[in-house]
């Protein structure tokens, strides 16, 4: 069965740090480009960062540039988003996506709470 399941969310107090890991299982994610998107309540689904599948080149949103980083381990075919600094407006539900000449696939989402 082909999935992708996110994990690593949770309540943190602003300033603290979450790592959210995006694991594939049916499918190998090495030639996927594998994208983080966030949706706060009341918001439009926002791009957060990708990670090409060919030379891993990265993009950040501005919203989180500096803060973030994102990496893949192929061999446990897993796709990691570190999140530093996160702050209250970092509240959402995130997903992991991967894609691959328009065949596509999401995650179930996992939600991260940034509160004090």
């Known amino acids: 069965q082909v999935q992708l399941v996110e994990s690593g969310g949770g309540l943190v107090q602003p300033g603290g740090s979450l790592r959210l890991s995006c694991a594939a299982s049916?499918?190998?994610?090495?030639?996927?480009?594998i994208g983080w998107f966030r949706q706060a309540p009341g918001k439009d689904l926002e791009g957060v960062s990708c990670?090409?599948?060919?030379?891993?080149?990265?993009y950040f949103a501005d919203s989180v540039k500096g803060r973030f980083t994102i990496s893949r381990d192929n061999s446990k075919n897993t796709v990691y988003l570190e999140m530093n600094n996160l702050k209250p407006d970092d509240t959402a539900v995130y997903y992991c996506?991967?894609?691959?000449?328009?065949?596509?696939?999401w995650g179930q989402g996992t939600q991260v709470t940034v509160s004090s």
């Open positions: 990670i090409s599948g060919s030379d891993a080149t990265t």
């Open positions: 996506n991967a894609n691959r000449g328009g065949t596509t696939f």
């Open positions: 049916g499918f190998s994610l090495d030639s996927y480009a």
